[in-house]
């Protein structure tokens, strides 16, 4: 198998480059994590995160072949080659196909996402039946690989002002969530032209999104949440 | 840099890792006003914890009749009598409140009708002290261990904990006392070294399943805390228990929740009979996992393997109706479908028994605190130090964990022990001095590995590698004196192999080369005290199966294991077996 990848440590080198491999042993049951894994055996200094394996921690998020997704799902077999490998877009590399996410984890923060109820709480459940309790499957499963923002173009040209695909799939989880009693003041929040307007609904992030999810909905449904607040 | 210029930072409390362990202490610390810093080499929700499925228990009684003794009971026979009935009983008691609390924090559980949590049955559970099947486990589809680790990271945010992330900790300090302060680390993006000085010390850093070739656990399972625990003196307890979970991906090791069986799959041989009948005639498929881990492989070795090879077993889940998958375990069916091509609603799974969990850890006592022996006592508190979840051995699972007592293990726990330490900081307000020569043995242990006069020694891969060989073929399911015997010359040489190890980057930008040197050195020393415990035990014990010694034996074996790295030496110190308020489980011959 032929693989490009983007390679920079800015240490030593003055600009980013692609650096090609080529790796014999590549059966066709291996999933790209499993190739990267192969290549640092030959190569320790090539940089990228992995943990799980299997798509439930979100840790290796790239972009491949110019589309973004999770090194660990992706079966070899289909891959054009040379498979080209670069860090998810428009966030700063901290090395080869490591980025910072520091930016992606500010917005997550921003929509404060954590059940919040005003309630005095019961000695036992909050009671949700389970039709409720449906609405937030789509919602919860996020990995926070960070594939969706990323490849967002909103997100590519506002990172500062417009929340992103993930953190708005969020807010919708929490808005969804029938024990939740802040909905009022989470609308609110995102009711700006930039945090949640900027969505143009170009969709890459439901394409993009390894675990199936569709935030474009999500913002969707936010914003006929909002349209009927105000009605 | 000199030692002196090491930039220090002062917190009341440190958690090493953010799996569920570590953010519900984390929480607990918060709300209590502590300051509180959680250094972790990943960011928090890629911790392990996020890939738990199946559930959590808990006597609700939501579904079928239940209540916190048979639970009790179930964990004592699970455990094969090596449990701590203390701690279990203290578990089981405080399940319920753990599971509201997430319920509080926003874990999404899946709902019956009523609109109270779904509970699944899950292995190794009884009625009424081993009566009918009970129904004892809390179940967000089977994504459970994702909702509470990403719900506790979430309250986490609201309560402002400070995070480290993606710093890795090095070793812990300690002053000339023996009291433990705080710890080396450095931040793994830029490189830079710090000293976090806390007044308690809390290790969550999970279990060490990358002893093992295939293997349910993440890549980052390399049990670090349990190295720098034996590194700082404190023994390791019970460590030759380790679990095969029944049904892993034959060949990959993809965990597939025991939740399947509990839904109602069973496993099938080449011949298509439903095996577990003849092994477990009252529990079938849902005995304990030790129990249908080592029936599945009888049945492989005796020639009843599926496939060309005849080397695994089939778990059918296509006889379920397609609702019930979909809304209980979409998880592990698009698992199946991603890896193997294989829908479960339509074709039955691959599986084999595959290394998931380590029993053994950190020794503490209910409230999470380190206990060593010190003379006549085998119980004494180290100061400062805590451990909570698979890092820690309280011990809850004595020999043989059940499903769906990880999860309650470390929120039980981890709350337990942030209740200690907040106690603990009201007594001792003012930061000890540190012990230099701490510091310097720590930034001796990661400047080891700066050296490029070694350019030629071995690469870490390689030993990895055959680290993770020599535990499969001498570790495994069953056991004999030959193969243990073996293990421990194996195992001793590759750490021989290891201290002669080299690694040519030398950049101090996100260097996953340096870290992975750093994680197989903790690797090793927990493997020498997996493999040196699991020799000297003759006896067959949960998970712990000798061949040569098929046989339990009260007797001699009822005591748990400590190993130290000093002189790689063993002791023992007895079973806790008397509970908090009722009366003990005595031994019986254990019958699924």
């Given at each position: 198998?032929?693989?490009?990848?983007?390679?920079?440590?800015?240490?030593?080198?003055?600009k980013?480059?692609?650096?090609?491999?080529q790796?014999?042993n590549?059966?066709?049951?291996?999933?790209?994590?499993?190739?990267?894994l192969?290549l640092?055996?030959?190569?320790?200094?090539?940089?990228?995160?992995?943990?799980?394996?299997?798509?439930?921690?979100?840790?290796?998020?790239?972009?491949?072949?110019?589309?973004?997704?999770?090194?660990?799902?992706?079966?070899?077999?289909?891959?054009?080659?040379?498979?080209?490998?670069?860090?998810?877009?428009?966030?700063p590399?901290?090395r080869?196909?490591?980025v910072?996410?520091?930016?992606f984890?500010?917005?997550?923060?921003?929509?404060?996402?954590?059940?919040?109820?005003k309630?005095?709480?019961?000695?036992?459940?909050?009671?949700?039946t389970?039709?409720?309790?449906?609405?937030?499957?789509?919602?919860?499963?996020?990995?926070?690989?960070?594939?969706c923002?990323?490849?967002?173009?909103?997100?590519?040209w506002?990172?500062?002002k417009?929340?992103?695909?993930?953190?708005?799939?969020?807010?919708?989880?929490?808005?969804?969530?029938s024990?939740?009693?802040?909905t009022?003041?989470?609308l609110?929040?995102?009711?700006?032209p930039?945090?949640?307007?900027?969505?143009?609904?170009i969709?890459?992030c439901?394409?993009v999104?390894?675990k199936?999810?569709?935030?474009?909905?999500a913002?969707g449904?936010?914003?006929?949440a909002?349209?009927k607040?105000?009605? | 840099?000199?030692i002196?210029?090491?930039?220090?930072?002062?917190?009341?409390?440190?958690?090493?890792?953010?799996?569920?362990?570590?953010?519900?202490?984390?929480?607990?610390?918060?709300?209590?006003?502590?300051?509180?810093?959680?250094?972790?080499?990943?960011?928090p929700?890629?911790?392990?914890?996020v890939?738990?499925?199946?559930?959590?228990?808990?006597?609700?009684?939501?579904v079928?009749?239940?209540?916190?003794?048979?639970?009790m009971?179930?964990?004592?026979?699970?455990?094969?009598?090596?449990?701590?009935?203390?701690?279990?009983?203290?578990?089981?008691?405080a399940?319920?409140?753990a599971?509201?609390?997430?319920?509080?924090?926003?874990v999404?559980?899946?709902?019956?009708?009523?609109?109270?949590?779904?509970?699944?049955?899950?292995?190794?559970?009884?009625?009424?002290?081993?009566?009918?099947q009970?129904?004892?486990?809390?179940a967000?589809?089977?994504?459970t261990?994702?909702a509470?680790?990403?719900s506790?990271?979430?309250?986490?945010?609201?309560?402002?904990?400070h995070?480290?992330?993606?710093?890795?900790?090095v070793?812990?300090?300690?002053?000339?006392?023996?009291?433990?302060l705080?710890?080396?680390?450095?931040?793994?993006h830029?490189?830079e070294?710090?000293?976090?000085?806390a007044k308690?010390?809390?290790?969550?850093t999970?279990?060490?399943g990358?002893?093992?070739?295939?293997?349910?656990?993440?890549?980052?399972?390399?049990?670090?805390?349990?190295?720098?625990?034996?590194?700082a003196?404190?023994?390791?307890?019970?460590?030759?228990?380790?679990?095969?979970?029944?049904?892993?991906?034959?060949?990959?090791?993809m965990l597939?929740?025991?939740?399947?069986?509990?839904e109602?799959?069973?496993?099938?041989?080449?011949?298509?009979?439903r095996?577990?009948?003849?092994?477990?005639p009252?529990?079938?498929d849902?005995?304990?996992?030790?129990?249908v881990?080592?029936?599945?492989?009888?049945?492989?070795?005796?020639?009843?393997g599926?496939?060309?090879?005849?080397?695994h077993?089939m778990?059918?889940?296509?006889h379920?109706?397609e609702?019930?998958?979909?809304?209980?375990?979409p998880?592990?069916?698009?698992?199946?479908?991603?890896?193997?091509?294989?829908?479960?609603a339509?074709?039955?799974?691959?599986?084999?028994?595959?290394?998931?969990?380590?029993?053994?850890?950190?020794?503490t006592?209910?409230?999470?605190?380190?206990?060593?022996?010190?003379?006549?006592?085998?119980?004494?508190?180290?100061?400062?130090?805590?451990?909570a979840?698979?890092?820690?051995?309280?011990?809850?699972?004595?020999?043989?964990?059940?499903?769906?007592?990880?999860?309650?293990?470390?929120l039980?726990?981890g709350?337990?022990?942030?209740n200690?330490i907040?106690?603990?900081?009201?007594?001792?307000?003012f930061?000890?001095?540190?012990?230099?020569?701490?510091?310097?043995?720590?930034?001796?242990?990661?400047h080891?590995?700066?050296?490029?006069?070694?350019?030629?020694?071995?690469?870490?891969?390689d030993?990895?590698?055959?680290?993770?060989?020599v535990m499969?073929?001498?570790?495994?399911?069953f056991?004999t004196?030959d193969?243990?015997?073996?293990?421990?010359e194996e195992?001793s040489?590759l750490?021989?192999?290891?201290?002669n190890?080299?690694?040519?980057?030398?950049?101090?930008?996100?260097?996953?080369?340096?870290?992975?040197?750093?994680?197989?050195?903790n690797?090793?020393?927990?493997?020498?005290?997996?493999v040196?415990?699991?020799?000297?035990?003759?006896?067959?014990r949960?998970?712990?199966?000798?061949?040569?010694y098929?046989?339990?034996?009260?007797?001699?074996w009822?005591k748990?294991?400590?190993?130290?790295?000093?002189?790689?030496?063993?002791?023992?110190?007895?079973?806790?077996?008397?509970?908090?308020?009722?009366?003990?489980?005595?031994p019986?011959?254990?019958?699924?």
């Open positions: 198998m032929r693989l490009r990848i983007y390679r920079y440590n800015p240490e030593t080198d003055k980013p480059y692609m650096q090609d491999y790796l014999d590549v059966s066709s049951d291996m999933m790209l994590l499993d190739v990267l192969l640092k055996e030959q190569d320790s200094s090539l940089g990228f995160r992995r943990s799980c394996r299997e798509g439930v921690c979100g840790s290796d998020g790239m972009n491949i072949n110019g589309t973004n997704g999770l090194a660990c799902i992706t079966p070899v077999t289909g891959l054009k080659e040379p498979v080209e490998l670069r860090p998810m877009p428009r966030l590399v901290i080869d196909l490591i910072d996410m520091d930016q984890y500010k917005q997550y923060r921003d929509v404060k996402p954590f059940l919040d109820v309630d005095p709480l019961p000695e036992v459940e909050l009671k949700q389970p039709e409720e309790r449906d609405k937030l499957d789509g919602l919860y499963e996020c990995i926070l690989c960070g594939c923002t990323t490849s967002c173009p909103s997100f590519w506002n990172p500062d417009f929340l992103g695909p993930a953190a708005l799939l969020q807010a919708a989880r929490f808005i969804g969530d024990r939740d009693q802040a009022e003041e989470r609110q929040a995102l009711d700006d930039f945090k949640l307007f900027r969505c143009h609904t969709m890459n439901v394409q999104c390894p199936g999810l569709n935030p474009t909905k913002i449904d936010i914003k006929k909002m349209v607040k105000s009605m | 840099m000199n002196e210029d090491i930039p220090r930072r002062r917190f009341d409390a440190l958690i090493i890792g953010a799996g569920g362990g570590g953010l519900r202490a984390a929480l607990q610390l918060a709300e209590a006003d502590a300051s509180v810093a959680v250094v972790s080499k990943v960011f929700t890629r911790s392990h914890t890939a738990a499925q199946g559930g959590m228990n808990a006597a609700l009684a939501n079928l009749p239940d209540n916190w003794h048979w639970h009971f179930d964990t004592v026979k699970g455990s094969d009598y090596l449990g701590d009935q203390d701690a279990i009983e203290y578990m089981c008691r399940a319920p409140k599971v509201y609390e997430m319920e509080h924090f926003g999404p559980f899946s709902r019956l009708d009523n609109g109270k949590i779904y509970q699944r049955p899950f292995g190794g559970q009884s009625q009424n002290f081993g009566g009918e009970a129904a004892r486990t809390c967000a589809a089977d994504r261990g994702h509470i680790l990403h506790l990271y979430q309250q986490n945010i609201r309560a402002k904990t995070f480290f992330d993606e710093y890795f900790a070793d812990l300090l300690k002053d000339e006392q023996g009291n433990v705080g710890a080396y680390v450095f931040d793994i830029s490189g070294e710090i000293i976090i000085e308690t010390t809390l290790i969550a999970g279990g060490a990358q002893l093992f070739r295939t293997t349910t656990n993440a890549l980052i399972n390399t049990g670090d805390g349990m190295g720098m625990a034996l590194r003196g404190v023994p390791l307890q019970d460590m030759e228990f380790f679990q095969f979970h029944p049904t892993g991906i034959a060949g990959r090791g597939i929740t025991e939740g399947a069986r509990g109602g799959g069973y496993l099938v041989n080449a011949q298509g009979e095996f577990m009948e003849r092994y477990a009252t529990a079938k849902l005995a304990s996992r030790d129990v881990s080592r029936s599945i492989y009888t049945e492989v070795k005796e020639g009843r599926c496939g060309p090879d005849k080397d077993v778990l059918k889940l296509d379920l109706p609702d019930v998958l979909q809304s209980r375990l998880g592990i069916r698009q698992t199946c479908i991603t890896f193997l091509g294989i829908d479960p339509d074709k039955p799974i691959p599986v084999y028994p595959t290394a998931h969990y380590t029993m053994g850890g950190i020794p006592n209910r409230q999470g605190q380190v206990v060593v022996p010190v003379k006549d006592t085998p119980e004494e508190p180290v100061t400062g130090l805590y451990a979840g698979e890092c820690a051995c309280v011990s809850v699972h004595g020999a043989n964990r059940l499903g769906g007592n990880s999860l309650l293990d470390i039980v726990f709350r337990s022990a942030a200690h907040i106690q603990y900081l009201k007594e001792n307000r930061h000890k001095a540190l012990d230099e020569n701490t510091i310097q043995k720590a930034y001796d242990r990661l080891r590995w700066d050296d490029t006069s070694n350019s030629n020694g071995e690469s870490v891969d030993i990895r590698r055959d680290l993770q060989k499969e073929d001498n570790c495994g399911v056991r004196q193969v243990l015997d073996n293990g421990m195992v040489k750490a021989q192999r290891l201290k190890a080299s690694i040519t980057d030398q950049s101090e930008l996100f260097n996953t080369a340096r870290i992975e040197a750093l994680e197989l050195e690797l090793m020393d927990v493997a020498l005290a997996t040196y415990s699991a020799a000297a035990r003759t006896e067959s949960g998970a712990h199966s000798r061949i040569d098929a046989e339990r034996d009260d007797k001699s009822m748990h294991t400590l190993y130290s790295s000093e002189d790689r030496k063993l002791d023992y110190k007895p079973v806790r077996t008397k509970p908090m308020s009722v009366v003990s489980f005595p019986k011959p254990r019958v699924y």
